[in-house]
């Protein structure tokens, strides 16, 4: 059916639940139509209303997104977005999920692209409360949501979110990918560092270590790295996986991660050589994490810290490992 | 004064009257090892070849008189021991195959006795062994069964065979006859105690030989001294027994303490440690050394037994008070304060101290843990450990629940628009296979909740 008729079954089905059904068939159908007509669909979307015709709105805004994203972003596109998040109605958009969390994942990419992720955090945050069925279902608009915090250094509006536990995924009411899940464990312990919460930090990034899985993917290898040395700087030692943690997982660190596994044992048996000699030796590892967050780059400069103390005075370093380390040293 | 005592640690001849048959030849010979070429090991040597002599162990009797120098072996005496040995050989096997074919069970048991005892005094340590074993079959009474272990614990002493030991001592014990006999029951303890002490069990060592009843005493000469009970289960005792356990083991024990009257340098030794006067203690320590060494059961332990003795009265001497002036303790225990920091800064490292040491001041902080603060604490850590695990666990089963598990292959769609922020996105390492649910879930595994044929 052409763009008129579609917006006529719009306006005239949004109203009871059957009819919503009918209306959803209908725009799926006619999705790949959408697509070639972009700047019609533009005009459209004037014509119907975000608040009342959620559903439709969403199909048409969605497609308008997924033209593309130009290098600078579309400031306006940006704009609507958010707006729809803000207005639309919970029931219908919750009809269509995956267009939904597409949709967030759209105004995302525009904030970053425009330079500004902060746009991206509010309406976010409204997205995902609309999105999940009760607030402890996990949709992939909190990875992006946590994504946004982290990329716009605003980490404290993470944090309410992140405090939230959360029991379920519902694929088929959120459309959560597997590997979604992973990056939200990633991202939000990436917050917990910046916001210094080390403990809620090894905590989400454990969770993230022990989802189960049958292959090892990029975002278990960089969740590991940072779950030792954040195990490293609030434990002092690296905790042993627990026993449920998937055997690929355990067999990738023990090929792969062997770095870390030398720079936790130099830190844990304190000799005065082992620790820089460990950190030098694996300098190109490190030296990527170092090209991280300004936290994650204060976590490895206490190490370094502490390495220097142990050169330093081995005496002061036994006093220090028997407080909490932070190095606040003074070189008297 | 000191050349002297270097040149000759103790009086030789005491020291050796102590021992009977095998152990006394054993420590002359151990003696003459460690101090080869010195006086003090000629003499010993020459007390060992005079012991050899009368034995009718000529093998051993010919090295050690060729390592003294060889012109004191008398060879005709020892050609007519050679061949009476052989003699007595004969008769004893002649008469033991007798007895088997007479089946009398009593004669056959002696027979074997006799031939171990015969190749026990020719040296012939495995033989012995052997025909000390073959009596077993044929032991009627709770005696014989004794008489037979302790042979055999006696051989494999000697040779070195711990394992054997502990097995016969515990057949030794039991037997109903051990109870009542206490020489019997202390010799079964001091041979416990060596055999701990060999696998560097050194608490079960000193209990061992605490417990050594005071019958004993010299009815053990032919494996151990009086002397020896002390020195080992004094020694062990201090390395490893708490203050409680060593007030009512070693110091409050009676028996015990008639032991150490025999060697009065360990009963200083223990009582100076008990009461805190650490010089004078690490004094006797040193003092008791020359001896020691030379000892061939405890030589070899000696380090890490006076090491530990050593950190234990630091340990002692720190826990009583909050703070602690370094050049005080330095004085307490005749040493140097930079060497004192760098031994209380190990201890502190491997947690026996709680303390802080301010190096500029040369003072120790010591940290006492607040019981009832550190109760409370351990209470909710692992509260809130348990609440974490339980809302993980939660998640995992609703994962499970939903299959939500990453296939291989999957990862390849997400590749754009993540950014740099992690370098390289493969699919997978090629985990392969479908793994069974049970072991991600912990504790629900196996409960029957998680359909297996998810997949």
């Not at chain 1, 579309?74 to 704009?79: G, S, V």
């Not at chain 1, 370094?304 to 036994?318: G, L, T």
């Not at chain 2, 225990?333 to 947690?351: P, R, W």
Request: net charge neutral.
């Amino acid at each position: 059916m052409n763009l008129q008729q579609l917006i006529q079954a719009i306006k005239g089905n949004s109203h009871s639940l059957q009819d919503l059904a009918h209306l959803l068939q209908q725009l799926q159908v006619s999705e790949e139509s959408l697509r070639n007509q972009p700047q019609k669909v533009i005009d459209a979307l004037s014509v119907v209303d975000p608040s009342r015709e959620s559903l439709g709105y969403l199909f048409l805004l969605h497609s308008v997104g997924s033209q593309g994203l130009p290098d600078q972003g579309n400031a306006q596109f940006l704009a609507t977005a958010s707006a729809f998040v803000g207005n639309c109605e919970v029931d219908q958009i919750r009809m269509a999920p995956e267009r939904f969390s597409s949709l967030c994942r759209q105004i995302k990419d525009h904030a970053g692209a425009l330079g500004s992720p902060k746009l991206a955090i509010l309406p976010l945050k409204i997205g995902l409360q609309k999105l999940a069925p009760t607030p402890e279902h996990v949709t992939p608009i909190h990875t992006d949501f946590v994504f946004s915090c982290l990329q716009a250094k605003q980490y404290n509006a993470a944090a309410n979110t992140l405090q939230q536990t959360i029991f379920d995924v519902e694929p088929s009411k959120t459309n959560l990918k597997p590997t979604d899940l992973l990056l939200y464990c990633y991202y939000g312990g990436m917050i917990h560092i910046g916001r210094r919460r080390y403990s809620e930090a090894l905590q989400i990034f454990l969770q993230g270590l022990t989802a189960p899985t049958h292959v090892v993917n990029a975002i278990t290898v960089a969740t590991y790295k940072k779950y030792a040395l954040v195990s490293l700087i609030h434990n002092g030692s690296l905790m042993a996986l627990p026993k449920f943690t998937p055997a690929s997982v355990m067999r990738f660190i023990k090929a792969e991660a062997q770095a870390y596994t030398d720079l936790a044992t130099a830190y844990t048996s304190k000799t005065q050589q082992d620790l820089p000699s460990a950190i030098e030796k694996h300098q190109g590892q490190f030296a990527e994490v170092r090209s991280f967050t300004y936290s994650k780059s204060r976590e490895t400069s206490q190490i370094i810290m502490i390495a220097e103390a142990h050169r330093a005075s081995p005496r002061a370093f036994s006093c220090i490992t028997h407080g909490p380390v932070r190095p606040r040293l003074s070189y008297a | 004064m000191d050349a002297m005592e270097e040149d000759q640690p103790f009086e030789l001849e005491a020291y050796a009257s102590n021992y009977l048959g095998h152990a006394k030849v054993e420590r002359l010979l151990f003696i003459a090892d460690k101090k080869l070429g010195t006086a003090f090991g000629d003499d010993a040597l020459r007390l060992a070849v005079e012991e050899l002599s009368q034995s009718e162990n000529t093998q051993k009797y010919q090295e050690a008189a060729t390592k003294l120098g060889g012109s004191s072996i008398n060879r005709a005496q020892l050609e007519q021991k050679e061949r009476k040995a052989a003699q007595r050989h004969d008769r004893l096997e002649a008469e033991l195959n007798n007895y088997k074919t007479n089946l009398i069970k009593e004669s056959i048991r002696m027979g074997h006795n006799d031939m171990g005892d015969f190749f026990y005094s020719r040296g012939d340590l495995q033989s012995a062994f052997k025909s000390y074993v073959r009596t077993r079959d044929y032991c009627t009474s709770g005696k014989h069964v004794i008489q037979m272990c302790l042979n055999v614990i006696k051989v494999s002493i000697e040779l070195g065979n711990y394992v054997h030991v502990n097995n016969y001592i515990s057949k030794a014990e039991q037997t109903a006859e051990v109870q009542k006999d206490p020489v019997v029951a202390g010799k079964l303890r001091a041979a416990g105690g060596l055999a701990a002490l060999q696998a560097k069990k050194y608490k079960l060592a000193a209990r061992k030989f605490t417990e050594v009843p005071s019958e004993m005493a010299t009815q053990y000469q032919d494996v151990l001294s009086a002397q020896d009970i002390a020195v080992y289960g004094g020694l062990c005792a201090l390395a490893s027994f708490d203050r409680s356990e060593l007030r009512s083991h070693v110091i409050n024990n009676v028996t015990f303490r008639d032991y150490m009257e025999v060697n009065p340098e360990v009963r200083e030794l223990v009582n100076d440690f008990y009461g805190s006067r650490y010089a004078s203690c690490l004094n006797h320590l040193t003092r008791l050394r020359p001896m020691l060494d030379l000892d061939p059961y405890i030589h070899a332990h000696l380090n890490t037994l006076y090491a530990s003795i050593r950190s234990k009265a630091l340990v002692q001497y720190t826990t009583p008070f909050t703070s602690v002036n370094l050049p005080t303790m330095a004085e307490a225990f005749k040493t140097d304060v930079s060497g004192l920091e760098k031994e209380l800064a190990e201890l502190i490292q491997s947690n026996q101290i709680q303390a802080r040491i301010d190096s500029h001041n040369k003072v120790l902080y010591a940290r006492h843990a607040d019981q009832r603060k550190a109760t409370f604490q351990t209470a909710l850590c692992t509260a809130e450990q348990y609440l974490g695990d339980t809302k993980a666990l939660l998640l995992r089963a609703n994962l499970l629940k939903h299959d939500f598990a990453q296939k291989q292959g999957e990862g390849q769609e997400q590749g754009h628009g993540r950014g740099g922020r992690r370098g390289g996105f493969g699919g997978g390492h090629g985990g392969g296979g479908h793994m069974p649910p049970h072991p991600y879930l912990g504790a629900l595994g196996g409960y029957g909740l998680i359909n297996p044929d998810l997949a």
